[in-house]
């Protein structure tokens, strides 16, 4: 099951904000959005751009974005503009046991998730980084464990270089 918000802008969305809300289920074959049986049709015209036609109705989207680890999107629907973020199951067991996930932190600094070696930085002091960037590479057993950015930020100073042996929890870099 998921649960879809829908909004006219992404700043709606991720703050609950949400215009509309559908719940899309599979049972057996069939997919429902809500209680309605999906019997429409999706035609692929092109790269992100499908025609879909349900209950008499023919829309034309253009996925224009889409961030799968945040599960949102950005579709343009028949000329209009609309923001979605989705839930799955887990995410709804979680925020139904009060475990909700923080939408924005501030990065402070980054640590050493196990004692490793350092065998290559990708940032350097100043940098911007974005959620999801590269920013060094850890070799732990034998792995390469490639450690990204979980928000965003400016970066402040580095403290490891390449080549230098670490400890579990030692800060590897810290942020402005």
């Not at 042996?165 to 810290?174: A, D, T």
């Amino acid at each position: 099951m998921l649960k879809i918000a829908v909004a006219d802008s992404a700043d709606s969305v991720e703050t609950s904000g949400a215009k509309d809300t559908f719940d899309i289920h599979q049972k057996k074959e069939e997919w429902f959005i809500g209680e309605d049986l999906f019997d429409g049709d999706v035609v692929a015209i092109g790269q992100n751009r499908f025609h879909i036609i349900w209950k008499n109705k023919s829309y034309n989207v253009e996925v224009i974005d889409q961030n799968t680890a945040e599960k949102t999107a950005h579709l343009l629907i028949n000329g209009q503009h609309y923001h979605t973020k989705s839930k799955d199951r887990l995410d709804l067991l979680l925020e139904g046991m009060g475990l909700h996930n923080s939408a924005t932190h501030k990065l402070n600094n980054i640590k050493a998730p196990m004692p490793g070696l350092i065998q290559s930085v990708a940032v350097s002091e100043g940098d911007m980084i974005n959620k999801g960037d590269t920013l060094l590479v850890l070799v732990a057993m034998k792995m390469e464990n490639v450690i990204k950015s979980s928000g965003s930020g400016v970066v402040k100073s580095l403290k490891v270089s390449s080549g230098e042996i670490v400890e579990k929890n030692q800060v590897l870099l810290e942020f402005q």
